[in-house]
């Protein structure tokens, strides 16, 4: 569990992390196809991680329609797939840490109650603290949170396609969650956990996720881990100028139509800028298509 899926750690290493809970869209074409060409650019690895953390969002068989997807679409990963859901030990290993140092305590506080009373903020609600210094038992299935006043500085980071970006974690979201009330490691935990253990140098994603950066930054600091470089795509839209995902009913990709679909992406991102006819690529593999974008385009 703790081999590491890389050899060389200063060389680039990219991932691309799909959650289970449904088929690919466009929307996540274009978040593989991105981490997938700027790994490229960088003769780097590319990595593909399944984030099924929380069995009651997974979809049966998303996992394995995903990987067969991308497969389809000429996206071939490096190594083997890695599936969050096997790795507790090494969450719980990280949670240990921050426990041992007095960063993290248990949330007793519902959703409710914190809707009715908590400040809201650009984010939604900014946890008040309430249960900081109460020192709730850790023996209560409830929520565990981690204190964001350790740093409580402005965090910054310059992203790749955003430019600066910062957040002060303290006053616009207050303390998080890094473990759910139903048992579950929250998302900003694991993939922190995973990102420094894969020893991904940058991650490039959806736009939708740029506001989480900071948080992964913070637990960085505070579990003493690497730093990668980020980089956030922008989002696709539908007619009505929805965010494509699986609630606004993105409709999943179909492999038979393979090229066109890396086409439209690699368009999307800006990659794709030549008229079809100058580069006669259509009819081509995806891997072919991929390839030319890797070799004419830097991202
Ligand atoms: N699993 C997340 C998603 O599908 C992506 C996580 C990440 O790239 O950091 O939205
Ligand atoms: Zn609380």
Redesign the pocket.
């Known amino acids: 569990m703790t081999t590491r899926s890389t050899i060389n750690t200063n060389h680039y290493i990219g991932?691309?992390?799909?959650?289970p809970?449904g088929e690919l869209h466009m929307g996540?074409l274009v978040?593989a196809v991105g981490s997938y060409l700027r790994a490229k650019n960088h003769q780097g690895q590319w990595l593909v991680r399944m984030?099924d953390l929380d069995p009651l969002r997974e979809v049966k068989g998303a996992a394995d329609s995903i990987l067969r997807t991308l497969e389809a679409h000429g996206l071939h990963w490096d190594g083997e797939v890695v599936y969050q859901s096997q790795r507790e030990s090494l969450y719980t290993h990280a949670l240990q840490q921050l426990k041992n140092a007095g960063q993290v305590y248990v949330c007793t506080c519902t959703r409710k109650a914190l809707m009715r009373s908590a400040k809201r903020g650009h984010y939604g609600i900014i946890y008040p603290a309430t249960c900081r210094k109460a020192q709730h038992s850790f023996e209560l299935p409830k929520a565990i949170r981690v204190r964001t006043d350790i740093h409580n500085e402005t965090i910054c980071f310059h992203d790749a396609y955003k430019g600066k970006q910062c957040q002060n974690l303290e006053k616009e979201l207050g303390d998080f969650i890094i473990k759910r009330s139903d048992g579950y490691f929250a998302?900003q935990l694991a993939?922190v956990v995973d990102?420094e253990d894969q020893g991904i140098t940058e991650?490039v994603?959806?736009e939708?996720?740029l506001d989480?950066t900071a948080r992964?930054i913070y637990l960085q600091k505070l579990l003493g881990f690497k730093q990668p470089d980020y980089c956030h795509l922008p989002m696709v839209n539908n007619e009505q100028g929805q965010k494509l995902s699986k609630q606004t009913h993105a409709p999943a990709l179909s492999n038979s139509q393979a090229s066109a679909n890396i086409i439209q992406a690699l368009r999307f991102l800006g990659v794709y800028n030549q008229p079809i006819e100058e580069v006669a690529v259509e009819n081509e593999a995806p891997e072919k298509i991929l390839q030319w974008a890797v070799e004419n385009n830097r991202l």
């Open positions: 991932r691309f992390a799909p959650s809970t996540s978040a984030e998302y993939v990102d991650v994603r959806g939708d996720l989480n992964q």
